[in-house]
């Protein structure tokens, strides 16, 4: 789709369709003049309520000479718009536009900015908005789908901010963009079935990915996994046929920077649970299980748009867990890079093992200033949180509020979960230094991401468990039905906005 922006309320910008923001009890004149927003009211079509959407079919005026179609958009109250509203408004108000056969739109922002946003904010959430409620993923469809599809596609998009500085609305859908693009690559990946993306094609797919956005890509095989002795991760990937894989992916700002930041990312491809097989309902979504690892590619992708001043780096471990005759056993007993020896008691905790690989190979290798894992680690977190939220764990203080303001601003919203050293202990293992699994039966996410602070060691490291919000099975407003990307805004938005953290003494344990 194509973006700019322009002066003006956006009536006169020649598209098929106007998205009009308009928050509750609109005071505008001229928009009750032209669309009796009051009687909208009365008939409670139409309030201005946060996530209403309505359609107007407006008088013809003739080719060119204004849109067919007004499509409002709630904002709610006045004094509460935020980004994620004018996201949210967005992303619904642009499907309702491509649902009314619109090929153009034009967004006028002025209802949005005032006391709540500045019109740079405002551009970006509503590029953001725009373009990731447009989504869809077509590859899979046959050539009448395409076709059809092709028929229902919306091309052009102006982003109206009335007497706004054009400068800063042009900053803000810049980076609007750069973090839709971002999230649509790992939305894209992760929708992905698992017969076309099996590690070592994954893998090859993220090569490819990397030489586009321009980011450096080193890719770890089977061999060279077991020259690094990574035999956690290479049990999960045991009872597969396909060979796991690590990506590398490294943006550097130039030469002589500081030491990077890190993102580490889970990348299960298809996981059937191992000998602990998983039951068969649902088990078609546990090709999102590599979500972690997708919101680190598509991060990278943003990054590369952004170009922050800090070097970043991002990691992926890709493996199946699948069921074969030389499968990891319960029982069996492992070596992890770090040393480490782990008991192996359910073979369904296997995205701790394959993180706990990773995140010290990136810790070695690129001593980093912080790391940043995402997995869909554990049900026991979607059962605490639900699947809107983002569990939160961390061992630095400042990064954790970093990390949950960034997760308000961009709508990937996480909450703060506890990580006391009675978490720790419950991991140890009776044969081995640790287990993969505490035998509690409650407590499940906070045990997992006690069992991987130890791999994490003395860096400054914050585990999101992104369980829940991974995927949705229905659309929400700039999320439509499938895998959502999460994760990949926030993780952009850190590195563009990076500071150095400050020294911190002890560890952050509790909320």
């Avoid at 179609?69 to 509460?80: I, N, P, T, Y």
Wanted: with cysteine.
């Amino acid at each position: 789709m194509r973006l700019s922006v322009a002066a003006g309320d956006g009536w006169s910008e020649g598209t098929d369709a106007l998205i009009l923001l308009i928050p509750e009890k609109s005071k505008d004149a001229r928009l009750e003049k032209a669309l009796a927003l009051s009687a909208l009211a009365k008939r409670g079509v139409f309030e201005g309520k946060r996530d209403q959407v309505y359609a107007l079919r407006l008088p013809r005026r003739g080719a060119g000479r204004g849109p067919e179609v007004a499509v409002l958009a709630g904002l709610g109250k006045a004094d509460e718009a935020a980004q994620e509203t004018v996201r949210r408004a967005c992303g619904a108000a642009g499907r309702k536009a491509r649902g009314e056969g619109a090929r153009s739109v034009a967004v006028s922002l002025e209802g949005a900015i005032g006391r709540s946003l500045k019109a740079e904010e405002a551009a970006r959430a509503a590029a953001e908005g725009l373009e990731l409620g447009l989504y869809r993923m077509e590859r899979f469809k046959g050539a009448k789908g395409r076709e059809k599809l092709a028929g229902e596609r919306v091309d052009r998009a102006v982003l109206c901010g009335g007497k706004a500085s054009p400068a800063a609305l042009r900053r803000g859908m810049k980076l609007g963009r750069a973090l839709a693009e971002g999230t649509a690559v790992a939305r894209d990946l992760v929708n992905t079935p698992s017969n076309e993306k099996r590690p070592p094609s994954l893998a090859a797919e993220v090569r490819r990915i990397a030489r586009r956005a321009g980011l450096r890509c080193t890719i770890l095989d089977d061999r060279r996994l077991r020259r690094l002795k990574m035999g956690a991760l290479l049990a999960v990937a045991r009872g597969s046929s396909a060979p796991a894989r690590v990506f590398i992916l490294e943006y550097r700002p130039g030469r002589g920077a500081a030491r990077p930041i890190a993102f580490v990312g889970k990348g299960v491809t298809f996981d059937t649970g191992g000998i602990s097989i998983k039951p068969s309902s649902g088990l078609e979504l546990m090709t999102t299980d590599m979500s972690g690892a997708a919101a680190v590619v598509g991060a990278m992708v943003a990054v590369a748009r952004l170009r922050p001043r800090v070097p970043v780096v991002g990691v992926g471990a890709l493996v199946e867990n699948m069921l074969g005759a030389d499968a990891t056993r319960p029982g069996d007993i492992v070596r992890a890079m770090s040393g480490a020896t782990v008991e192996i008691h359910n073979t369904d905790a296997e995205g701790r093992l394959v993180l706990a690989d990773a995140l010290h190979y990136t810790k070695t290798r690129f001593r980093p200033q912080c790391m940043i894992d995402l997995a869909t680690l554990t049900g026991a977190c979607v059962v605490a949180l639900g699947e809107k939220l983002t569990g939160l764990y961390g061992t630095h203080d400042e990064l954790l509020a970093r990390v949950k303001r960034l997760g308000e601003e961009t709508g990937d919203r996480v909450w703060h979960m506890p990580l006391y050293p009675e978490f720790g202990e419950m991991m140890k293992g009776k044969l081995a230094d640790l287990c993969n699994i505490s035998g509690a039966r409650y407590g499940g996410a906070n045990t997992a991401a006690a069992f991987l602070q130890h791999f994490a060691g003395g860096t400054p490291w914050v585990h999101l468990d992104i369980a829940g919000p991974a995927h949705t099975s229905k659309d929400e407003p700039y999320r439509p039905a499938g895998g959502t990307g999460v994760g990949v805004r926030l993780l952009a938005e850190l590195a563009r906005t990076w500071t150095p953290l400050p020294r911190q003494k002890g560890k952050a344990f509790g909320t």
